[in-house]
């Protein structure tokens, strides 16, 4: 969209705290824009962070500070009849979605977008911290928090931006790429694309789009990707993958602790080469696919190979993936994001080839009636390497609940992935759960795209003082 804005505007963004919006309004911010904010959260690792870069934010969304904005951003999750939404919209305000505004301040520079299913953030944050050790200093605009960064995005000086595109609404389509990841391709957002098929088509555009000089960087694995790739003509593919038909193929790969060591075999222009050793301290095996999508950044962007693993080596990870909160008496708590079955299967997966007997105790809050429903046999049996499951109420994230038949989805999770299963009601149940259960050398790993997070985190902090 064509888009005239300057340093005078005041930009609202109607739920400042979320993740997507955050990152945006810290670049505007620092690029010297007058930003201000709403959200229904008062305290957060995001909200405490722009606070602290000076931006104002205003609790609930039924404040009249909108009104001193120019420029109002939205995103996806905030609904037409929202209070602010619709005094913008009484008042002819302009309203921007997230994703325009994105693209308007990034389209003028070299991006590497990173979109996917699954993995997105991690690739995008291993390609940021590559690119960042590497004094490209790229722009940053990330869906989770680098460690390293202590923030999910960062306004670079350079021509270079690596952003995380989200498919979950095709935006995106919106954006121009000289580089462009795609990790795999699997069933979720089916409320906006309506049908598999459409999603594949909204991937397929997005691969079509990348300049012919540029590079789509593909995940041979995945069928779903290997499925459309027959259907594009451009040869600007370079493929990776456990598959020997890849152009960058991981080998050798060993769990060491707490992450993985593996080889890839470069093949180019009938010429192969071996990078030996490289290390990640990062758990399971879609790590290693992850960071061999990064390796393929790095050789195109010509660093040296032993910067790419050294940088590899350094990267401290990203939060909420694998983020250790919890360690006493050799017990360890992790907090995840994982929200879809595959994501979980592969979370459990790694803590399994990592921990092997330890029992390993899921804690597992649902996100959304409209996921759990489309993903409803994946979900049950999603728990297979997991010795317990405490499962939390479903985060419904503003969705009705249309007579969803919550004990029977648990029995099914219990039959399916052969694991004991426990109910809670609430965050007290599940500290009380904890204080009661946790004794030694278990492993716990809360996941969700919910609240889930906050409580395990509180817990956590609560059990530390616990003295046994």
Known sequence: MNLE??????????????????????????????????DLVKSSRVINYLKKNRIKIFHNHNSREILKADIVVTSTAIKKFNKEFQLAKKNNLIIVKRADMLAH?????????????????????????????????????????????????????????????????????????????VSNIDHEHMDYYKSFSNLKNQFTEFLQKTPLLGKNIVCLDDKNISSILKKINKKNFLTYGFSKKSNLQCKNINQIDFGMQFDVLVKLKNKEKLIKNIKINLMGRHN??????????????????DDIKKSFENFSGVQRRLTLIFNKNNNLIYDDYAHHPTEIKAVLSACRNNFGD???????QPHRFSRVNSLYKDFTKSFIHSDQVVICPIYSAGEKNNNFNFQKFCENISKNSKTELIKVNDKDELENFLKKNLTKNQIVVAMGAGSISAWIREISNKLMNVKH
């Open 358 to 364: 330890k029992k390993i105790i899921s804690i597992f």
């Open 5 to 38: 804005i300057n340093k005078k505007n005041t930009i609202h963004f109607i739920g400042i705290g979320g993740i997507g919006m955050s990152g945006i309004a810290l670049i505007m911010k620092n690029l010297g824009y007058n930003i201000q904010g709403s």
């Open 105 to 181: 301040l990034l389209n003028l520079k070299k991006n590497i977008i990173i979109s996917g299913s699954h993995g997105k953030t991690t690739i995008t944050s291993l390609i940021a911290h590559l690119l960042t050790v590497n004094k490209f200093s790229p722009t940053i605009v990330n869906g989770g928090i680098i460690n390293s960064l202590q923030s999910n995005a960062a306004l670079g000086k350079s021509e270079w931006s690596v952003v995380e595109a989200d498919e979950s609404d095709g935006s995106f389509l919106k954006f121009k790429s000289i580089y462009s990841i």
């Open 288 to 305: 290693v696919l992850n960071a061999t999508a990064a390796l393929a950044v790095g050789l195109l962007l010509k660093i040296k190979i």
